[in-house]
Structure formats: structure tokens, C-alpha cells
């Protein structure tokens, strides 16, 4: 017994031996993938100090060996990268920010949990960023060109389209192009709004009365739904307002409220509500419409992303305001949640975080 136990013994002690040189092997290779990339990589203790880094982060930040130890802040200055440090903004995908060391290089920081400490992972963008800053431009200058030629031709298609002696065999055809010009215009026009808030990055937040601002859109809703006879409610359940941009908000919100009427069959429910939650505040819009099916959820923020083509273009949809709804929202730090099944209707839910919502009492 004793022979077997020393063997055993022994084997323990030569497996513990080969997993350490195993483990130490892996290290050793994941440390040199580490310093071969061209992004920056740094290890960041509890304290925030430097503990490790790639020659990239050395050649960013100009370290030198007694720089372990310093804090982060002494070489990352911009307060963007402090804010998404700390907690105060934290976007999913990282925080971009201007380099501090060159105004014409854009920088890509995240952060992610390594154990007790940090690994902080710095991309240059400045190539995508002008990209889609030329995408901007474009469409922006494009979709502005594009206003004074159909602003032309809808003002003599109307004209034409009143002649009281046109042909019937014409009068068909002047009707469908005065249709799709609208339906053009309409899609000039969020285009201009969508490129316009793409560029508008940060806005000047003011107080609104979400109480007015919903009893607005409600009203606007009643008026639009008059050839759809759909039951529309409101309930607002507390008097907390907002700090943002009223302009924007409403049309966000419009949007939702506008889309539940278009998509919900005749006759059918719509709720809108305006509630206080543990985290901020939850605006929603419930219908029993005919609902989504699960594979279009997480498209149907994309540009010109249409679920049923034919429906879309019948009820004058322009393929754009969700997207127009996503950006708004990503302003404002709010979260769109969406809650469907396909033949029972929807619920389009916007959460707003706390430091965005200022609490009222009722009089």
C-alpha cells in the first residue's frame, strides 16, 4: 500500500509539473500574441496603475519602464475616456474620443474585467471615422440636391392631376406619380433628419414636461387614426420629465406611437404609457396588432429594413424611422426594448436612465 501511494504521489507530482510548464507555455505565448498587435493593450490594476503593456500602448501613450505603476489618468487626459472609465457613460461598444496627442486621429477605448484588474484595449478608427463621415456628407448633400427637383415636380404634378378635361387613361397615371413622389419627398426628408442627427453627436439638454409632450403626441395620434378606428389609451403614472431634446424626443416617440397604429388591423388596442422605474423612467406602446416574428427583431433598426415590403410602401412607410428612432435614443442614453409575437401584437419600450429624468411632484 504504502509502494502504491508513494507511485501515486510521485504521478501527482509529474502532472502538477507538466500543467505548471503547460500553463507557463500558454502565458508565454499569449503574452507574445499580446506585444505582436498593432492595437494597444494595457493592464491596469485595482488601483488603476499600469502593470502591463504591448509595444503599441508603449508607442500611444510614449511609456517608459518606470511609468509601471502611474495611473491611467496621467496619460489618457480626455474627460470622455474618464466618464467611460468611471461609469458615468458606459456606451456597449467602448467610448471613442479625439486623440489627445493628434486633433486628426480618432481613438477606440474598451474596457473589459481581467480577474481583480482591467484590460484596456485601444483601436485607431480615424480611417472609419472619415468613412463614414464621407457617408454623411454624401447623403446629406445628395438628399439636400434632391429637394428642389421634386419640390418642381410635385408642385406640376398637382397642377396637372386638378386639369378637370384629363383623359381617364391619364388621370390614373398622374395619380400613381404624384404618390410616389410624396413617398419620395417623405424619404428625402428623414434622410435629412437621420444624417442630421448622426452629426449632432452631443445637443444641449432641456427640461420637458413629459406629460405635455405625451398628451401632445396622444392627440396627434387620435387625429391620425381616424381612418383606423383603433382604441387609444394613455395612462401616465408619474410627472417626472426629461432632460434632452424636445424636438427629437417627440418625433422618436411619434414614431412608435404612429407605427402601432399602421401595423394593428382596424378596431384594434393601443396603449400608451409613461411610468417611474427603479432605474429612470419607461416610456411604452402596446398594441394587438399582427405582431413580429423573433428572426426580424434585431434588424428592424436598420436603414430601409422592411419586414413585408408591400405593406411597408402601402401604408407610406419610408424604411427609416426606427432608424431615426435608435439614434435619437443614443443620444439620450435610452435603451429601445422590443417585446412582439407574431399574430398578438407588440409592446416598443424605451427606458431612460436616471441622470437623464428630473423628478416632479403633483401638485
Not at 498593432?38 to 488601483?47: E, F, K, M, T
Not at 427637383?149 to 404634378?157: E, R
Not at 387613361?169 to 437621420?194: P, S, Y
Request: glycine residues 6%.
Amino acid at each position: 500500500m504504502d509502494k502504491i501511494a508513494s507511485v501515486q504521489s510521485e504521478q501527482s507530482a509529474l502532472l502538477e509539473q507538466i500543467s505548471t510548464q503547460s500553463t507557463a507555455e500558454q502565458l508565454k505565448k499569449i503574452g507574445s500574441a499580446l506585444r505582436a498587435l498593432r492595437d494597444a493593450v494595457i493592464l491596469l490594476n485595482n488601483n488603476d496603475g499600469l502593470e502591463w503593456w504591448n509595444q503599441a500602448a508603449q508607442d500611444l501613450l510614449l511609456l517608459q519602464p518606470e511609468d509601471k505603476g502611474q495611473n491611467i489618468f496621467d496619460f489618457i487626459t480626455v474627460p470622455e475616456f474618464r466618464q467611460y472609465y468611471e461609469g458615468t457613460t458606459i456606451p456597449n461598444d467602448g467610448v471613442h474620443i479625439e486623440s489627445w496627442r493628434d486633433p486628426s486621429r480618432y481613438l477606440k477605448c474598451e474596457l473589459t474585467p481581467f480577474g481583480d484588474e482591467k484590460l484596456l484595449f485601444v483601436y485607431d478608427v480615424t480611417r472609419l471615422r472619415h468613412l463614414e463621415q464621407m457617408r454623411q456628407d454624401f447623403v446629406a448633400n445628395v438628399s439636400h440636391e434632391l429637394r428642389t427637383p421634386l419640390t418642381v415636380m410635385m408642385g406640376y404634378l398637382e397642377n396637372f392631376s386638378d386639369q378637370p378635361d384629363m383623359p381617364p387613361q391619364w388621370r390614373r397615371g398622374f395619380e400613381l406619380m404624384t404618390q410616389q413622389t410624396a413617398r419620395m419627398n417623405r424619404i428625402v426628408n428623414d434622410l435629412l433628419l437621420l444624417s442630421k442627427i448622426e452629426i449632432e453627436e452631443s445637443h444641449e439638454l432641456h427640461y420637458i414636461d413629459m406629460t405635455k409632450l405625451l398628451t401632445n403626441i396622444y392627440d396627434d395620434a387620435q387625429a391620425y387614426n381616424q381612418a383606423y378606428k383603433h382604441i387609444i389609451h394613455l395612462h401616465i403614472d408619474t410627472y417626472d420629465g426629461l432632460y434632452g431634446s424636445e424636438m427629437y424626443l417627440n418625433s422618436a416617440l411619434s414614431n412608435l406611437v404612429i407605427n402601432a397604429i399602421k401595423y394593428t388591423p382596424k378596431g384594434g388596442n393601443i396603449t400608451i404609457s409613461w411610468t417611474r422605474t427603479s432605474d429612470g423612467c419607461r416610456f411604452a406602446v402596446e398594441d394587438d396588432g399582427i405582431g413580429i416574428a423573433s428572426e426580424h427583431i434585431a434588424r428592424l433598426t436598420e436603414r430601409f429594413y422592411r419586414i413585408d415590403k408591400g405593406r411597408s410602401r402601402a401604408t407610406g412607410g419610408t424604411g427609416l424611422g426606427l432608424a431615426i428612432v435608435k439614434h435619437v435614443l443614443h443620444q439620450h442614453e435610452a435603451q429601445l426594448q422590443i417585446d412582439s409575437v407574431e399574430g398578438e401584437g407588440s409592446t416598443f419600450s424605451v427606458v431612460f436612465p436616471s441622470n437623464y429624468v428630473r423628478s416632479v411632484t403633483a401638485n
